[in-house]
């Protein structure tokens, strides 16, 4: 509610006003308004109050200073969407209050018509939405139009069409040869693990003189060898006392 005139003139207030009272002898002002997705209806005091005003600026919350009870106002209702879609708004304020309505026309879109073999994206069907078309794989795009918008309930129109690409002969032949030549580079830095030196010397033991290696060798054929005697000593110990044992009959 805006003041038009008084010790607060330009002046605007909510619309709730100053409806707490402890007695309805107290003057008060306010006007209380209630709304759908189609109405808003508005509640004033009636004139044949004496106590009940739009606006009611006094006793502690004036503080004597910008006092002001006053029944012609200035009422403005703000309406948001929050789809984004535009509101056209109609009035009927005679002078009894009555009536006040504001009327929403949706402009949503339908569905985002398909273009033959394209892919589309779009965030929703509100006024301001979009959506994107992108040619499925192998096709290519006759233009670069491929997003539209959502304007008052259509969609804005694109000449974007999606055609198989065109491969020529040679460009066939190019991909033959390019794949020849990197077969080509493979067998030429490839190298037989076979004919290396380090695989030759693999193969071959070699005589080392250095006296670590010939104790090293050493120790390795005493160990050998002791094995060897102690896997075999029962089988020597058993022929030997069958010797003895022959030797003692004859």
């Known amino acids: 509610m805006k003041a038009l005139r008084g010790n607060n003139a330009g002046f605007t207030f909510y619309a709730g006003g100053s409806a707490m009272i ?3 002898s107290d003057s008060y002002g306010a006007i209380i308004y209630a709304y759908t997705e189609t109405e808003v209806l508005l509640w004033r005091p009636s004139t044949a109050n004496p106590n009940g005003y739009l606006i009611y600026v006094g006793g502690i919350w004036g503080a004597g200073t910008n006092n ?6 200035e009422v403005t209702v703000k309406v948001i969407d ?3 879609s535009p509101c056209s708004e109609t009035y009927d304020c ?7 309505a504001s009327t929403c026309a949706s402009t949503d879109c339908p569905i985002p018509v398909d273009i033959t073999n394209a892919n589309k994206l779009y965030d929703g069907v509100t006024n301001g939405s979009r959506t994107l078309y992108s040619c ?4 290519t795009g006759s233009s670069n139009e491929s997003m539209t918008h959502c304007v008052n309930g259509a969609w804005t129109t694109t000449a974007m069409t999606c055609t198989v690409s065109f491969i020529s002969a040679n460009s066939i032949l190019l991909n033959q040869t390019i794949e020849e030549w990197i ?4 067998k030429e830095l490839t190298v037989d693990k076979k004919a290396t030196s380090a695989y030759t010397r693999s193969l071959i033991s070699v005589y080392d003189a250095r006296p670590s290696a010939v104790a ?3 120790v390795g054929i005493g160990m050998l060898c002791l094995v060897g ?10 022929i030997f006392r069958y010797c003895c044992e022959s030797s003692e009959k004859d």
């Open 22 to 24: 402890d007695q309805s």
């Open 68 to 73: 002001q009870q006053d029944t012609v106002v």
């Open 82 to 84: 929050f789809n984004g």
């Open 94 to 100: 005679i002078p009894s209050w009555s009536t006040m």
């Open 136 to 139: 499925a794989t192998g096709y």
């Open 183 to 186: 077969e080509d580079i493979k």
């Open 216 to 218: 090293i060798g050493g």
């Open 229 to 238: 005697l102690i896997l075999l000593l029962p089988d020597l110990i058993n």
